[in-house]
């Protein structure tokens, strides 16, 4: 007989609706038996009793925006998160060059110009680093902060043409770099740096993995590249994932999955392909994003990181290939670029989705409604982007981070965190959806809140049906994959949802994580 295990004397939220109060759930073999009775196949005296004192269990929580990888790796790199000065940034760095020999690359990540107060420069880090190169990504991934030694290294000087899609930050008055780099010319710098090894790779999914079972994700969407990706099929070959991953295919890796006979839904319930990723444009922060009107105060219109006649034929090849298409859209420009892709592409049983989705314009509101297309959004950028997006998008925010707006439109939505962008906090993200308030009481759009229940929901069945698993996760109900998360208290009963914590992860029926 499989192993059993009951789950009991707790309040389970269980249905599709997560309306159905039931006290106990029974498992054998990770699946989900029995709701709300114990079956007289889990009464055997090998099974195993989780006692759930009385605390409030949910469908395990499904992450469906990371880079879970390369959040663990930077978990290993300087995090410059909330450092408030560029000269406390470059103390950071002076710390770790005091421990690196010279010459060696020295990474670190999540600075934000609007929180040092201005945009950094190379001579900032050469005051520190003068014999090692330094590469620091912005906060968004989009912008890499480098010193001159690192520029020197790849070959970047008062000559070098941006890349397409790129630009290098120049000084107006004699064309040197400025040592910031934007969007597809970060590869040039990226690219450089040492790449991790096989070990690398499984300590950070180690310290990411622990990570996550802390906040009550049992899976995540990753978009990560080959390496990363055959890391996680080693560890799911040795059964040391220890999280369900829906893996995200890199643009450039493509031709390589199509030529494997891979596509989107091929996988088992530890790991499953999924679309691949175009970057339409950048970011907000970065003023990269595309739009269709100017930033405010500016005449730039943002980045197009990939081209219509580039786009297209993709889009083609992938849903030829059985590969669906997720797309990085942030800028209502390019909101309506995917759109129109997406209204073009040929007809199939395929999911897409727009990843981001931050900034909607109203007239392109109509046109989602017949694509049913699924929203990968962020909550914690309400929070997080509250400032700069009225700042830059000024009387355009009413339809910035719409989430209740695009889900009447049509979407589906799943939620996300972006991390390392955001820590991947469910607990937070959801406070963020259903109060868009800022630590200083301010309400960002309160007509754009949605319920507990409705965020809740794109954290569960949202995910699943976005990696295509619905009939195998996102709710509590027999048959389904026993992943679990376990609450202080009940979050449709609390006015505080900030004030919950995780005390449990179950994850096929085996506790992974547990403060009980």
């Given at each position: 007989m499989q192993p059993a295990v009951i789950l009991t004397n707790g309040k389970i939220h269980a249905g599709a609706d997560l309306d159905e109060i039931v006290d106990s759930v029974s498992i054998i073999g990770g699946r989900i038996v029995e709701v709300g009775a114990l079956s007289q196949a889990s009464r055997s005296a090998q099974t195993e009793v989780v006692d759930l004192r009385g605390h409030t269990v949910l469908p395990g929580f499904i992450d469906?925006?990371?880079?879970?990888?390369?959040?663990?790796?930077?978990?290993?790199?300087?995090?410059?998160?909330?450092?408030?000065?560029?000269?406390?940034?470059?103390?950071?760095?002076?710390?770790?060059?005091?421990?690196?020999?010279?010459?060696?690359?020295?990474?670190?990540?999540?600075?934000?110009q609007h929180t040092l107060g201005r945009w950094p420069t190379r001579q900032d880090l050469d005051r520190v680093a003068p014999d090692n190169p330094v590469v620091l990504t912005r906060r968004d991934v989009h912008?890499?902060?480098?010193?001159?030694?690192?520029?020197?290294?790849?070959?970047?000087?008062?000559?070098?043409?941006?890349?397409?899609?790129?630009?290098?930050?120049?000084?107006?008055?004699?064309g040197t770099p400025t040592g910031i780099v934007r969007e597809t010319a970060i590869g040039l710098l990226l690219n450089a740096v040492p790449k991790p090894t096989r070990e690398d790779w499984i300590a950070a999914?180690?310290?990411?993995r622990a990570r996550f079972q802390s906040f009550g994700v049992t899976s995540v969407h990753t978009m990560e590249g080959l390496d990363e990706f055959a890391t996680l099929a080693y560890l799911r070959q040795r059964g040391e994932l220890g999280l369900r991953f829906h893996t995200l295919i890199a643009k450039p890796d493509l031709d390589r999955f199509i030529e494997g006979g891979l596509r989107t839904g091929f996988g088992d319930e530890w790991i499953r392909i999924g679309p691949v990723k175009v970057f339409l444009d950048g970011t907000l922060g970065?003023?990269?994003?595309?739009?269709?009107?100017?930033?405010?105060?500016?005449?730039?219109?943002?980045?197009?990181?990939?081209?219509?006649?580039?786009?297209?034929?993709?889009?083609?090849?992938?849903?030829?290939?059985?590969?669906?298409?997720?797309?990085?859209?942030?800028g209502d420009g390019a909101v309506r670029r995917a759109i129109?892709?997406?209204?073009?592409?040929?007809?199939?049983?395929?999911?897409?989705?727009?990843?981001?989705?931050?900034?909607?314009?109203?007239?392109?509101?109509?046109?989602?409604?017949?694509?049913?297309?699924?929203?990968?959004?962020?909550?914690?950028?309400?929070?997080?982007?509250?400032?700069?997006?009225?700042?830059?998008?000024?009387?355009?925010?009413?339809?910035?981070?719409?989430?209740?707006?695009?889900?009447?439109?049509?979407?589906?939505?799943?939620?996300?965190?972006?991390?390392?962008?955001?820590?991947?906090?469910?607990?937070?993200?959801?406070?963020?959806?259903?109060?868009?308030?800022?630590?200083?009481?301010r309400i960002f759009h309160k007509e754009e809140r949605v319920s507990v229940r409705?965020?809740?929901?794109a954290f569960t069945i949202?995910?699943?049906?976005?990696?295509?698993?619905?009939?195998?996760?996102?709710?509590?109900?027999?048959?389904?994959?026993?992943?679990?998360?376990?609450?202080?208290?009940?979050?449709?009963?609390?006015?505080?949802?900030?004030?919950?914590?995780?005390?449990?992860?179950?994850?096929?029926?085996?506790?992974?994580?547990?403060?009980?």
């Amino acid at each position: 007989m499989q192993p059993a295990v009951i789950l009991t004397n707790g309040k389970i939220h269980a249905g599709a609706d997560l309306d159905e109060i039931v006290d106990s759930v029974s498992i054998i073999g990770g699946r989900i038996v029995e709701v709300g009775a114990l079956s007289q196949a889990s009464r055997s005296a090998q099974t195993e009793v989780v006692d759930l004192r009385g605390h409030t269990v949910l469908p395990g929580f499904i992450d469906s925006h990371t880079h879970f990888c390369k959040y663990g790796l930077n978990l290993s790199r300087i995090n410059l998160d909330g450092v408030t000065s560029v000269d406390k940034a470059v103390a950071s760095v002076h710390e770790t060059v005091a421990l690196t020999a010279p010459g060696d690359w020295i990474s670190g990540y999540n600075w934000d110009q609007h929180t040092l107060g201005r945009w950094p420069t190379r001579q900032d880090l050469d005051r520190v680093a003068p014999d090692n190169p330094v590469v620091l990504t912005r906060r968004d991934v989009h912008v890499v902060w480098a010193n001159s030694k690192a520029l020197e290294m790849v070959g970047i000087n008062g000559s070098t043409q941006d890349p397409p899609g790129g630009q290098i930050d120049r000084n107006p008055e004699d064309g040197t770099p400025t040592g910031i780099v934007r969007e597809t010319a970060i590869g040039l710098l990226l690219n450089a740096v040492p790449k991790p090894t096989r070990e690398d790779w499984i300590a950070a999914i180690e310290r990411a993995r622990a990570r996550f079972q802390s906040f009550g994700v049992t899976s995540v969407h990753t978009m990560e590249g080959l390496d990363e990706f055959a890391t996680l099929a080693y560890l799911r070959q040795r059964g040391e994932l220890g999280l369900r991953f829906h893996t995200l295919i890199a643009k450039p890796d493509l031709d390589r999955f199509i030529e494997g006979g891979l596509r989107t839904g091929f996988g088992d319930e530890w790991i499953r392909i999924g679309p691949v990723k175009v970057f339409l444009d950048g970011t907000l922060g970065s003023q990269t994003a595309e739009m269709i009107e100017p930033f405010e105060g500016t005449s730039t219109r943002g980045i197009v990181f990939s081209a219509d006649d580039e786009v297209g034929p993709l889009v083609k090849k992938s849903v030829k290939a059985g590969i669906s298409v997720a797309m990085h859209a942030i800028g209502d420009g390019a909101v309506r670029r995917a759109i129109g892709h997406f209204e073009q592409a040929p007809a199939s049983q395929l999911r897409h989705r727009i990843e981001h989705v931050q900034l909607v314009h109203p007239d392109d509101l109509p046109r989602l409604r017949k694509l049913n297309l699924i929203g990968s959004v962020q909550p914690m950028f309400v929070i997080s982007d509250f400032d700069v997006a009225y700042k830059y998008w000024g009387p355009r925010t009413r339809y910035a981070y719409a989430f209740k707006t695009i889900r009447d439109s049509g979407m589906k939505l799943a939620f996300g965190s972006d991390c390392p962008v955001e820590i991947p906090s469910v607990i937070n993200a959801i406070d963020a959806a259903c109060n868009r308030c800022a630590p200083d009481g301010r309400i960002f759009h309160k007509e754009e809140r949605v319920s507990v229940r409705e965020a809740i929901q794109a954290f569960t069945i949202g995910g699943a049906y976005a990696s295509g698993e619905e009939h195998l996760k996102g709710s509590i109900e027999p048959g389904k994959l026993a992943d679990f998360t376990v609450l202080s208290e009940d979050p449709f009963k609390t006015s505080h949802i900030k004030g919950l914590e995780v005390v449990m992860t179950i994850l096929g029926g085996k506790t992974v994580y547990s403060r009980l």
